[in-house]
């Protein structure tokens, strides 16, 4: 019924494996489909490599420039029948009023960060479109034998930076001692 859209070269990055977190508890319902870049027009292949993308009842786009550049292609297909996740502002995204105009094209926009929702909320997009993804990988799911889970431990995957909260850390872990 959905299709979920990832770069295949971060299929076992945080991306990659949340989108194969969501099939893996949904088989029924999802579908993935890997495509080759996140069409941030960084590499001349991008213009020549198009891998189609399924038919399906709705579509869910791992990174903005994935959608922009599937949009621009067929936007009968994917206005307003889209989900697109924003895990954080980069400059490929283009301007926010750029980003601004694109989003507002999709169903709903998953934001990893408050702040950048707030932020292209202030510059003109819905904010009816906004959801605030407050989530993380299971790693029970990942079929990835290398890593032993220990107890006891706290990992975090994410690009470091003033807005990820990791002053955070200390408390949480104060509050969790075991």
């Not at 027009?41 to 399924?54: A, D, F, N, Q, V």
Request: glycine share 4%.
């Amino acid at each position: 019924r959905m299709v979920l859209i990832g770069v295949w070269a971060n299929r076992n990055w945080i991306l990659g494996n949340w989108i194969k977190e969501v099939k893996l508890r949904h088989p029924s319902n999802f579908k993935l489909w890997w495509v080759p870049s996140i069409y941030a027009g960084k590499r001349k292949l991008e213009k020549y490599i198009r891998i189609p993308i399924p038919k399906a009842e709705a579509y869910f786009f791992s990174y903005p420039t994935i959608f922009r550049f599937y949009l621009e292609k067929k936007p009968k297909k994917f206005i307003n029948n889209s989900l697109v996740l924003y895990p954080h502002n980069e400059p490929e995204m283009g301007s926010v009023m750029e980003q601004v105009d694109l989003l507002n094209k999709a169903h709903k926009v998953y934001f990893y960060c408050k702040q950048d929702a707030e932020n292209l909320a202030l510059n003109g997009l819905k904010k009816e479109k906004i959801v605030i993804a407050n989530c993380a990988i299971d790693n029970d799911c990942v079929f990835d034998n290398k890593e032993i889970r220990e107890q006891k431990t706290i990992i975090l995957a994410s690009k470091f930076g003033p807005r990820k909260g990791a002053e955070l850390l200390l408390g949480i872990v104060k509050k969790l001692p075991d």
